[in-house]
Nanobody
Framework: QVQLVESGGRLVQAGGSLRLSCAASGRIFSTGRIGTGRMGWFRQAPGKERDFAAA????????YYADSVKGRFTISRDNVKNTLYLEMNSLKFEDTAVYYC?????????????????WGQGTQVTVSS
């Protein structure tokens, strides 16, 4: 069983910063099967679809960002602690959403939520204007 647990979401003023964490556990991490896969952060605002924010190769650490967050957000991972991070700076009101951590065993980079195999429960980020 794979478990992804997000934390770090809270209320923050526009222009502020937050760091989200996603603690990962389960066989794909303990056996290293996630090795060539990817992990990502998605977000979903009220009444909207779940959108891609950032992804990273679990083994090589290569990041990829949605245009809406590029230059403001940084995705990273700690392979030893099996933890994924999202550093968010210069937050805007439109960044308000539930942020989800996701894991994908496939090697191809994809921004489609349907291509990710495992999901966390989400953490709420609210940016006040």
């Amino acid at each position: 069983q794979v478990q992804l647990v997000e934390s770090g979401g809270r209320l923050v003023q526009a222009g502020g910063s937050l760091r989200l964490s996603c603690a990962a556990s389960g066989r794909i991490f303990s056996t290293g099967r996630i090795g060539t896969g990817r992990m990502g952060w998605f977000r979903q605002a009220p009444g909207k679809e779940r959108d891609f924010a950032a992804a990273i190769g679990w083994s090589d650490g290569t990041p990829y960002y949605a245009d809406s967050v590029k230059g403001r957000f940084t995705i990273s991972r700690d392979n030893v602690k099996n933890t994924l991070y999202l550093e968010m700076n210069s937050l805007k009101f439109e960044d308000t959403a539930v942020y989800y951590c996701a894991a994908r065993l496939g090697t191809a980079l994809t921004t489609n939520p349907s291509d990710y195999d495992y999901w966390g429960q989400g953490t709420q980020v609210t940016v006040s204007s």
